[in-house]
T-cell receptor
Framework: RKEVEQDPGPFNVPEGATVAFNCTYSNSASQSFFWYRQDCRKEPKLLMSVYSSGNEDGRFTAQLNRASQYISLLIRDSKLSDSATYLCVGGFNQFYFGTGTSLTVIP | GAGVSQSPSNKVTEKGKDVELRCDPISGHTALYWYRQSLGQGLEFLIYFQGNSAPDKSGLPSDRFSAERTGGSVSTLTIQRTQQEDSAVYLC???????????FGQGTRLTVV
């Protein structure tokens, strides 16, 4: 079983829509979690950290559910520029990447 | 620059040749990761270095792959007797250690012909 798993998508949503991604992790001792964004043919870059209390950055909200061992990313009012692959990351003493969820925002 | 640096950015090699890929992590970062990403696919973990600890080599796909990290800084990923299926982008990332924010280099695009 993979340490971190996520639905690969693709998610195709219209501009202005709200879209949510979930990611599950297998190690209950995992301590830190992040969401990364990867544009086509580019390296992944940190989008936001995920805190136990949940956190928000503009149109993006990240949440952690330790009981069910999943993290989520909510994107509100989707923009064309949000089109990318979103990778969740988590781990205990080293981090593990999910395979990524592809998002395309359609005009 | 202050970021993770990888070289070369592109490498074309003939099947059967050996290649070396280099990663210069951010200064002070004790953790270093190598990943491989084939076109349209997710990140495939290869190897993880943390300080002076024994590296986690569990992701290396075969004994043709090896990696070293000298002096806790620069790392070299070596692929011996390259095969066409080795063609991919090889990404290096470094972090302060544990599960902290990791920064990626721009990758080396390897093409085996």
């Amino acid at each position: 079983r993979k340490e971190v798993e996520q639905d690969p998508g693709p998610f195709n949503v219209p501009e202005g829509a709200t879209v949510a991604f979930n990611c599950t992790y297998s190690n209950s001792a995992s301590q830190s979690f992040f969401w990364y964004r990867q544009d086509c043919r580019k390296e992944p870059k940190l989008l936001m950290s995920v805190y136990s209390s949940g956190n928000e950055d503009g149109r993006f909200t990240a949440q952690l559910n330790r009981a069910s061992q999943y993290i989520s990313l909510l994107i509100r009012d989707s923009k064309l520029s949000d089109s990318a692959t979103y990778l969740c990351v988590g781990g205990f003493n080293q981090f593990y990447f999910g395979t990524g969820t592809s998002l395309t925002v359609i005009p | 620059g202050a970021g993770v640096s990888q070289s070369p950015s592109n490498k074309v090699t003939e099947k059967g040749k050996d290649v070396e890929l280099r990663c210069d992590p951010i200064s002070g970062h004790t953790a270093l990761y190598w990943y491989r990403q084939s076109l349209g696919q997710g990140l495939e973990f290869l190897i993880y270095f943390q300080g002076n600890s024994a590296p986690d080599k569990s992701g290396l796909p075969s004994d043709r792959f090896s990696a070293e990290r000298t002096g806790g800084s620069v790392s070299t990923l070596t692929i011996q007797r390259t095969q066409q299926e080795d063609s991919a982008v090889y990404l290096c990332a470094s972090s302060l250690g544990g599960v902290t924010e990791a920064f990626f280099g721009q990758g080396t695009r390897l093409t085996v012909v």
